[in-house]
């Protein structure tokens, strides 16, 4: 992402990728491991974000972008 930024920037062409880690959804429900499945759904639960936290995240970006690399941890 780092590269096609650079490479797109003297055509005025901005570019983000949000890449939240867990997120609260139904996946732990197709996983038919079921240690596997309870592991990340605790995991969803514990410290997953919701779909809206990305949203307003998403939003807030293409709002007001950010002209240089952000990590939020």
Request: charged share 20%; aromatic share 4%.
């Amino acid at each position: 992402m780092e590269g096609l930024r650079q490479e797109q920037r003297e055509n005025n062409i901005k570019s983000t990728i949000i890449s939240p880690g867990a997120v609260e959804t139904e996946l732990y429900t197709t996983i038919s491991d079921k240690n596997v499945a309870e592991e990340l759904h605790q995991a969803q639960i514990e410290w997953g974000l919701s779909a809206e936290d990305i949203a307003q995240q998403s939003l807030m970006l293409s709002i007001h972008p950010i002209e240089y690399p952000l990590v939020i941890s």
